[in-house]
């Protein structure tokens, strides 16, 4: 693993990100379909959020963190930072630090994306109503699978928090992915248009599943969504999948 706490994610994760920011592995959402615990990161993989072993301590890793905000800071106000691929940087053990180093990129005029399944946050830290909302995107892993990610906040508390966020001016996305059941994740796409909280859906298929999906069950997911009034990014699992052309990733910062 790269002792960087910002860099720039390839393959799946590239599609997704241009730079991303990594301060701690593991995560206590207990999410059933975790690609991290079974993936490249499965020897490293806790049950709970732990700073990276490159860094002494969270003093050490913002210190990290802000030499390599400044070392990158061009390509970061172009192409934006993405918070995390290792771990969800809301859990209530590591947003303090998360937190930290979101403000100091927004500050530095830096459009910053949040991705978690954590609701709890909100009442948790402080949101400086002085912040650029201009440069914070919050986004929501929805799944709409609750008993597969039994120790995160709920599908419906997440999407209340989409609301609360976009009431106050936040810019919001929604994960679709992985789908687990493309009837639910049909449901949680209506859900969305009925709160109107959600500016941007970003749908892909869930990664080494083995038994298939049912017969037309993705093509007819993704027509809902496709002619629906969410804009969206379909990854390439799912263009691929349909033997259709894969599509340019789209910002929730450009729409």
């Given at each position: 693993?790269?002792?960087?706490?910002?860099y720039q994610?390839?393959?799946?994760a590239?599609?997704?990100?241009?730079?991303a920011?990594?301060l701690?592995?593991?995560?206590?959402?207990?999410?059933?379909y975790?690609?991290?615990?079974?993936g490249?990161?499965g020897?490293?993989?806790?049950?709970y959020p732990?700073?990276?072993k490159c860094?002494?301590?969270?003093e050490?890793?913002y210190?990290v963190?802000l030499?390599e905000?400044k070392q990158?800071?061009?390509?970061?106000?172009?192409?934006g930072?993405?918070f995390?691929?290792?771990?969800?940087?809301?859990?209530?053990?590591s947003?303090?630090l998360?937190?930290?180093?979101?403000l100091?990129?927004?500050n530095?005029g830096?459009p910053?994306?949040?991705l978690t399944?954590?609701?709890?946050f909100?009442?948790d830290?402080?949101?400086d109503?002085?912040?650029r909302h201009?440069?914070?995107?919050?986004?929501?892993t929805?799944?709409?699978m609750?008993?597969?990610e039994?120790?995160?906040s709920?599908n419906?508390?997440?999407i209340?928090?989409m609301?609360?966020l976009?009431t106050?001016g936040?810019?919001?996305?929604a994960s679709l992915e992985?789908?687990?059941?493309p009837?639910r994740?049909i449901g949680?796409?209506?859900?969305?248009q009925?709160?109107?909280c959600?500016?941007?859906?970003?749908?892909?298929?869930?990664?080494?599943r083995k038994?298939p999906y049912p017969?037309g069950?993705?093509?007819k997911m993704y027509r809902?969504?496709?002619d629906?009034?969410i804009?969206?990014?379909?990854?390439h699992s799912?263009?691929d999948?349909?033997?259709?052309p894969?599509?340019?990733?789209?910002?929730?910062?450009?729409?």
């Open positions: 693993m790269s002792n960087l706490t910002i994610p390839q393959g799946k590239g599609e997704y990100a241009s730079w920011c990594n701690y592995t593991g995560c206590s959402n207990s999410c059933s975790c690609y991290c615990r079974t490249h990161l020897k490293l993989w806790t049950p732990q700073l990276k860094f002494k301590n969270e050490h890793a210190t963190f030499r905000l990158n800071k061009d390509s970061l106000q172009r192409d930072l993405f995390s691929f290792t771990t969800d940087p809301m859990l209530p053990q947003r303090k998360t937190w930290n180093c979101i100091a990129a927004v530095n830096i910053v994306s949040v399944k954590r609701a709890d909100i009442e830290i402080h949101i109503k002085w912040i201009d440069n914070l995107a919050w986004g929501f929805l799944t709409g609750d008993h597969e039994p120790m995160a709920t419906a508390e997440r209340d928090a609301r609360q976009h106050m936040f810019k919001t996305f992985p789908v687990i059941d009837s994740t949680i796409y209506a859900l969305l009925e709160h109107g959600c500016d941007l859906v970003k749908v892909g298929l869930q990664s080494g038994d017969d069950s993705i093509r809902i969504i496709k629906g009034p804009p969206s990014y379909m990854k799912m263009t999948r349909l033997g259709l894969q599509e340019t990733p789209n910002s929730v910062f450009a729409l």
